[in-house]
């Protein structure tokens, strides 16, 4: 009787559900080491990183936030990293599903090779075409300024916001966009007014990956804003890292600046994120 106990016991006692949580425990680790030590690292002293870095602050260091503005214009860095994120998100959640809706609603021969066409763009590097981009960019007098990198950043996101949104509509009966033609609304009122709040979780899947993506990027503002004017955080940021000499503290302060809001946006997201790309998975 205790042997058939001690083997049933050993049968519910899998051993892959442990593995899986060792895995993932052990990935989280990798992930959330770099962050913590950007954090301690931003409240020691320069000296105190350089002698000792994984160590923990000995005292509540502020001093290097405060040389982080009076030795930058980082006021306008946030304002200018601010205004590419939101206005960017905004026109690309104004524009992406009205692509995405289209090609999924009329299918045609055309949408068809437009759909192709945006997907075969994604298997482009930025790097393939950036130059020829930048050029494009001095052609339409866009080029060191803002409206330079929000309008990459949208037609950079229609690919993958296209093949997100369109898995989505999927999903979306006809009957319902049926009805309100019938009760007098024209498509593009259908569209946001019925089919549009349908798609809340794929949106803010949207909104996060993309926000996130262009709060963080470096290489566009480096190289398509002016370099005698603030740019971005994390531009501003790299500009205390000399080819002799960094000064770690501000570098860290910095980086702690700008993990804040991308933080604080994502929790808020979190639940409909995930929904958002659980759901594009399982429609898709």
Known sequence: MREANILTVRKKLKPAPFILLALTVFLTAIFLAPVFFAVISAFKSNGEILKNPMSLPTSFYLKNFQDLFAQSDFVTAIKHSVILTVVSELLIVCIVPLAAYAMERRQTRATKVIYTYFLAGMMIPFHLYMFPLFKEMKLFGIFGTLAGPITCYISGSVAFGSLLYCSFLKGVPLEIEEAAEIDGCNPFQTFWQVTFPLLGACTASM????????????????????????????????????QYSARWDIVFAGTVCSIVPALIIFILLQKYFVKGITAGAAKG
Request: glycine share 8%; no cysteine; aromatic share 14%.
């Open 207 to 242: 909104v996060v990956l993309n926000g996130l993506g262009i709060w963080n990027d470096f290489l566009m503002p480096y190289l398509a804003l002016p370099s005698d004017r603030a740019k971005t955080i994390t531009v501003e940021v790299y500009s205390f890292v000399g």
